[in-house]
């Protein structure tokens, strides 16, 4: 089907449908037979049949008593439940959250407590599952995919009993992400006006309905991958194809073979698809992609030059959060125009370059970035005002980045002054990991920080200072390093560990942790 062709009743009836979350529903009426989605081992899902399994799982929650406004956790790794769930969710008024399930037991249970989940769905491959809901007495629905789960009902059983035609009656729902922030543990990102995308979108991203087809090459359960991957698949018409596990060829070949239009990849992936034998590149055709988006994390100039080199000028870089506010996008022609920038200030909401005061100041100069909240469709931090009040200046918010608008009004990012370390495009709060780490016997205090590294833009650095007795020394080092592998998930693992004599603290003591990052990063252009 030609994109300029697509016929404007069908984006109406599109458009209609978004409001109610009821977009998969059209595409599986007009191209049944179509592939929906591709799971890691290759079997495929038609739009139909996933369509169908999101009605019953609508008609299964509200035999179980959910619905409008009743929490749902998800902990699900790369898998068409995946979507079939989330497309339930869409269509059933439920919020449904996407659990990281690379995070330890106690951490999946503080989030399905906090997000007060009345139901899981829960993949059998991640074992921190039975300890977690085991913490969590309350939850009147368990359901476990791709296997048996101690305590819970098999998700394909519990799911075909019921009909799997569409629903009469259904209500928009929505999503909450759960993020990083000051205190330590993650905060629900609630935006009570669940956000629903026109079909021109879609369209000004050149998909094809029934010819694109979309990847999603990281975890489903992050913003990023969930808004541009998984949701862009079912509003486009797309076949999504999973991939479970990042192997830089098996990616290359899966954009060749699959026909693969669209996709968001983090700079990490460019560096690693990049670092493949040229001899490699060559075997595998590209010419097809249409579509790259790329976020999470700052992208280095040079990789992206080689990236349009290679797939061509189909490059856009998004700058923007689970919060929302204005968003920034840049494509290739314009990047290649000022070459460092996330995008041109947006017309629709304003965005602001605020000093410690709250002052404005003029292009040129960097302070803390401020986008103004939607009117009438902002955000908070689930059940933390205070959080939510101290990102505020008025109705303008901040996710705690520093940046400046050349003279030109396009934005450059500079620094965080938040203490958030971005890793591979994967936020680690680094007051988490110095709370392990002052649990051994050797350490006064830890100061966990992001160093530079040149392929996953931050590693996570500690530097410790010891309690009186211990000697600085490489086993000790060793010794500190692997007690934090035992007791953290493998994301949030120092890399590397330094030994200091002293910490830097302000006059009421606590430690500045600017001051030991800054270390690292002296002498680079870019301190992000």
């Given at each position: 089907m030609d994109v300029a062709e697509l016929d404007p009743e069908l984006v109406q009836r599109l458009d209609a449908a978004a409001l109610q979350g009821m977009t998969l529903a059209v595409w599986a009426d007009v191209q049944p037979a179509k592939i929906a989605v591709y799971d890691p081992d290759g079997t495929a899902h038609s739009f139909a049949r996933t369509n169908a399994n999101a009605n019953r799982m609508v008609r299964l929650l509200r035999d179980r008593g959910l619905g409008e406004g009743d929490s749902v956790a998800l902990v699900c790794s790369n898998r068409v439940e995946f979507v079939e769930v989330l497309a339930a969710a869409l269509r059933s008024g439920i919020r449904l959250t996407p659990v990281n399930w690379h995070l330890s037991a106690d951490e999946i249970a503080y989030i399905l407590q906090d997000c007060e989940a009345k139901a899981v769905i829960a993949d059998a491959r991640v074992a921190a599952v039975p300890q977690a809901v085991a913490q969590c007495p309350d939850l009147e629905l368990k359901l476990a995919v791709g296997g048996p789960i101690d305590g819970f009902e098999p998700y394909a059983a519990a799911v075909a009993a019921f009909d799997g035609s569409d629903i009469a009656d259904p209500v928009l729902g929505n999503t909450m992400m759960y993020t990083s922030g000051t205190t330590g543990r993650p905060k629900g990102v609630l935006r009570p006006v669940p956000v629903v995308t026109p079909h021109a979108t879609y369209l000004m991203r050149g998909y094809d309905p029934g010819a694109s087809v979309q990847m999603c090459a990281g975890p489903a359960y992050h913003a990023a991958p969930l808004a541009f991957d998984v949701r862009a698949a079912m509003g486009g018409g797309a076949a999504l194809v999973f991939i479970d596990r990042w192997d830089s060829e098996q990616v290359l070949r899966t954009i060749a073979e699959r026909k693969v239009t669209h996709f968001h990849l983090v700079p990490i992936m460019f560096q690693r698809l990049l670092?493949?034998?040229?001899?490699?590149?060559?075997?595998?055709?590209?010419?097809?992609?249409?579509?790259?988006?790329?976020?999470?994390?700052?992208?280095p100039p040079e990789v992206k030059h080689a990236m349009i080199d290679w797939f061509g000028p189909v490059l856009t870089e998004y700058y923007a959060g689970s919060e929302g506010g204005a968003g920034f996008l840049i494509d290739s022609v314009e990047w290649l125009k000022k070459p460092g920038s996330v995008g041109r200030r947006p017309a629709l909401l304003q965005v602001r370059i605020l000093d410690d005061a709250g002052q404005d100041l003029p292009s040129g100069q960097p302070g803390g970035i401020y986008q103004q909240l939607p009117p009438g469709a902002g955000f908070s931090y689930f059940k933390d005002e205070a959080k939510t009040q101290a990102a505020r200046v008025g109705d303008f918010f901040t996710m705690g980045d520093v940046g400046y608008f050349d003279e030109d009004d396009y934005l450059f990012l500079t620094g965080r002054n938040a203490e958030t370390i971005i890793s591979g495009g994967v936020n680690i709060y680094p007051q988490e990991i110095d709370n392990e780490l002052l649990k051994h016997p050797a350490v006064a205090d830890s100061a966990t920080v992001g160093a530079p590294h040149d392929e996953w833009g931050e590693q996570v650095q500690a530097v410790i200072l010891l309690n009186p007795g211990y000697e600085p020394n490489g086993a000790l080092?060793?010794?500190?390093?692997?007690?934090?592998?035992?007791?953290?998930?493998?994301?949030?693992?120092?890399?590397?560990?330094?030994?200091?004599?002293?910490?830097?603290?302000s006059e009421a003591g606590k430690i500045q942790r600017n001051k030991v990052r800054a270390l690292y990063w002296e002498g680079r252009a870019r301190q992000i």
């Open positions: 670092a493949l034998p040229d001899a490699v590149k060559a075997r595998y055709r590209v010419d097809h992609v249409r579509f790259i988006i790329h976020g999470a994390a700052p992208c080092a060793d010794e500190i390093l692997a007690f934090a592998r035992a007791n953290l998930p493998a994301f949030k693992t120092p890399r590397s560990l330094d030994f200091v004599a002293d910490m830097p603290r």
